[in-house]
Every structure is written in structure tokens, then in C-alpha cells.
């Protein structure tokens, strides 16, 4: 007899792409949902789960900037879907009985220090015993007015911007758990740990992806937060607008700071949680946004699918703008069940 | 050095008042939460944890019926808050990686079969490997216009209505965990085991309510669901609108086929998870409802609360008839932190 199907043998993408089958068609494709019917059209939900062990750890991180970060990881979707307004989250709750009461006041606060930065309100949860500390955020926000960004509206010829640097969080992450040894420069010792403790939804630079419109330029706007790595966002925004992208590997947006490491070009494509915007505009409106929108920059373009790169899933039609193919073995997701 | 305080101590209700500090005055008082600004009032969101070992085993449950219960318990949360439209719910799901497909597929499958028959679209989730199995649930509904129920708009003279029969799911409960021989009654025991597995949210009690209301007679009702069992409810409407609540022993809505049962009036008082509507309403309405709604049932009334009876949180304003107190030992809510 076969052995059954385990979530260890399909993976984080291959289990989501599964249960997208159970919602409307196209609903799962993006970093959140447009509510339906139409006249909500303009409301985002999201929903992260994080996980003692998997996501987060006390070696890494307090609870204020776990609370921090997991408000920040939600707002940081609804950013990538185009929200301007930030409505609020709720809050799922489990931890052992023996957990302190301190550790939950402070990712509570840290939640609460998000909420009070870029707005929106704690509308409620849930809380429940469990072997394993684990928060479910769910996130709603709003595109006001209705201005969706979806990683499917990429078309050849686009630009593709970053709105920032990528890697320091990777960074971040290595400092704290021992991977690399303490940096020589204090002040990028701080930073990078910042980046991963306290990551800043873009909301700002959704702000100025409106205001760098281009007259009578439409809204299309392909997009998604880089999370899950920088190559990885460029790689799903291209897929799902059956385009190619070209990075040039010269315009990699990696943080100045940590150029000289060897490990930048990797971290900066698939180091991930950097939670920046990766989109994909117009040439003219890209320009404009970049000259809008500091540390923003063009980092390649969308160009015409090649067929055979498109037919598979797991296709990544990703290449350098020399010719060479552009792995992704660093960004290849982060698989959560191991 | 004083022992760090644990969650354990809190307990669940403790930790939930707390956490309401996190949140605008009142937001954590009902079973879900409206959510502002102003022109959203119409919009409800509500989250469930559903954890293994704790809310849910193989044991007792297959995962269809999971996930139709899973699903039933969040939209009884949204018709206890007066939602007549689901929009649709977000799911996070965590499972260790030897977890069968099998098994995510059922809960996606039951999970749909209730949405197929409450209406409501799966609007998106997350995914993450765990030690544990856990369901962390999301629904969004509508009140459609804006009439909302809350537990705190209970008057003094309101009759208190149950939408139906309680105790069955806890009967079906110790039959499925073998705390209770099979049943004499092969019938009775297929109800009860399908009242634990395949819970009916009351969205029809709610358009009975709207249906009944009396004319020149004010949108005003106080209520919540009997998740947490059908005493817990009445004494939380009575708490939060500082009345006192006086049920009459001879109307308790035990479940006819069960009345027989040494277990009966405790079941029906304090097993929970029956997720029937509890209501205070206008007498004259209250009467109009129980004509209209087959097994809604007056229960008892509010009164005007005794002054030492509202002043302690932990005050249970809740008494028979007969003036004997009426102790909620198997009603206390459910301690998850154990």
C-alpha cells in the first residue's frame, strides 16, 4: 500500500496551492483577499500564523518585537495588496499554561506600538492553551478608493522597483543566532538587528506609488511584499503575469552597508522578511516613483514569457540581464514543514 | 522572589480582560466585534482557536466534521452579533509535517460544506508546520442595515429567550468519549452525536428576530450564543447589562429526549457548545419571537440587579425563580490553561 500524502511531501506552496482549490479562482494568488461582493471591493483581509520555533524564538527576539513584527507582517500584506488604511487585526492566541503573563503584555504591547504607528485598532481574538506559542493575526485594511495591487497585472516591458534595500534582516537574523560572529561596524550590527526585529511596513511607499501616478497613466500596478525574499517576489509576480523578469545584477538593491559580505547577493535575493514593496509599472511611473520614493530603484524588467516557462507551477522565469540563469536556492521559500 | 505570574493563574476569562486593555473600551465585550470608523459599522469580524487536545481529537471527531464545526462556531459567533449576511472566514492552519493530506483536505471539505450551506466564500489563510494541530478561524459577516446585538442591552423586565434545546452536544460528547454507556435510544444517540459533530449556527434565529420584531418597537436586543454553555450566557447578558437574570427552573429548554438523564439539567445549563441564540428582549417581542421560531422558548427575565451583585467582575447575577441560588459549577467557561 502507498504511504499517504504528508504535508512534509508537498510543502508550504504546494499545500496552499491545494487548499486555494476550496475558494473562489484567483483568491489565494496574492499576499491578501479582496472581499467580495463588489461593493467591499475596496476591503483587504490577511491572515499570518506564527510559530515558537518555526517563526520566532526567544534566542531572537522579546515579545515586544515579536508583537511588533507580526503587526508589522500583516500590515506589510496589506500594503503589498494597495491598502492605504489600516482597519485593524485581530489576534489568535495559544500558549502553554505555564506561559508568563509578562511575555503575552508584551507582544501585546509591541502589537499595540504597531497599531499606534501606522494606524488601525485591536478588534478583538481569541486565546487558548497549546503545547507551542503560536499567534494568528488576521489583518483588514482598505484600498481607498479601489486601487488593488495584484501580482498578476505585470505586463512585458514593465519596470520592476524595489522599494528598498534587501538583506539586513538576513543579517539581522545570522547576528542573533550566532551564525556569523559580531560585525566590526557597531552601527550595522544595530541596524541589521533592527531590520529583523522591527521591520517597517511600506506603507509609505504605497503612499508615494499614488502620488507618482503618471497623468493619464492607468492604474496598473503588479506588486507584492518581499517577505518571502526578494527573488522570490520578483519570480511569483512574473509567473503570475506569464511574463519573464531580467534583474540586473548590478541594480541589486542590496543594503550598502553589507556589500563586502559574501553572503549580500544571497541574502539580498533570498534572505527574506526585508518586507519591502517589489512591483512592477509603466517605465514612465516606475521612474517617477523611484525619483519619489528614497531608496527605492529599479532593480530589472518584465519582458515576454518564453513559452516552455510558463506551462510548469514551479516554473521561476527568472534570469540576469546577461543571459545567466538566476537560481533561487537560497529563495526558494521557506518551507514550514520539516 | 514571588512566582512570575502564569497564564495558568489568569485563566482564560482573566487573560481576555486583560488583553481588552490592548483594545477601544467595550471592543472585547461580545462575541465578535463591529468594526469602526462609523461607515463600517455594518461590519463584524470574529476569531475561534480550535486546538487538538483541547477543543477537538481524532476521538471524537473526523475532519469534515472539524471543519464544518469549525466553521458553525464562528458564524454562531457572527448571529450571535445580529450578522444576517457571512462574508466569508480566513483560516490559519497549523499540523505537524506527518500530517496526512487526508486530513487538511477534510477539514477544507467540511469547512466548505458550511459555508456552501450558510453562504460565505474562503477568503485565505496561512499555513505552518507545529507540534500540534490547530485551526485559528476568522469570519467576517454583515449586518445588513446595521442592527446590532450586544450583551450589554439587557433591561430590567426583558424576557430571556433560548432559540432552542441545550445539552445534546455535551451528551454527544461523553457518549463519543465513552464517559457514558451507548444510549437505550439509538435514536437519541445519532442526535446527540450529530448535535457535538454537525452544530447548526442559529442565522435562521436571527431572521426569525427581525421578522418578529414588534411594529413602533426599537431595534434593542441583548444576546450572545451558548458556546460557552447556556448558563454562562444568560449570567454574561445579565453582567454586562447589570441586571440580574432569573431563570425559571420548570423552562429550562432541556432537550426533551434527554430529560430522563441524571445529567440533564447540568448539561443543559453547562455543557456548552450547543451555539443557540440567548436573548433578553421587550416582552412583547420576546413572546412574537417564541411564536415564530420553533423551540425558542422564554426562559426567564431580567431584573433590576442587586447592588453587591455587579460590583465584583466575577459577580454571577444569576438565580431561580424560587429565589435559590443557582451555582454555575459546570458552567464556569472553559479553562483552556490547565
Redesign the interface.
Known sequence: MAE???????G?WG??K??GA???PG??DDD??L??PDR?RN?V???????EG??FSDATMGPEDLGWRAAAANLSDLAAMGCNQV??L?????????????W??GV??G??QALARYGG????????????R?L?I?A?GRLNPARPIRRRDGRPGDLLVSSGAHGLSRLGLALLQGELEPLASAELQERAITAHRRPRPRLDGLAALVASQPPGEPWRVAGMDSSDGLGQAVAAIANRSQCQAVLERSQLPLAAAMADLPQAEPWCLGGGEDFELVLALAPAWAEALVEQLEGAQVIGRLEPAQASEVSGSDARPLRWADGTALTLADAAGFS???
Chains 1, 2 share one sequence.
Open positions: 499517504p500524502l504528508r504535508l512534509a511531501d508537498l508550504e499545500l496552499i491545494r487548499l476550496y475558494a473562489p483568491q489565494f491578501g483577499a472581499i467580495s467591499d476591503l483581509v490577511t491572515t499570518d500564523l506564527l510559530v518555526i517563526h482597519v485593524g485581530t489576534v489568535g492566541l495559544a500558549a502553554p499554561a505555564e506561559t508568563p503573563w509578562a503575552v503584555e501585546y504591547t502589537l499595540g485598532e485591536l478588534l478583538g481574538g481569541d486565546c487558548s492553551g497549546g503545547q507551542q503560536l494568528a488576521t483588514l514550514h514543514f520539516h
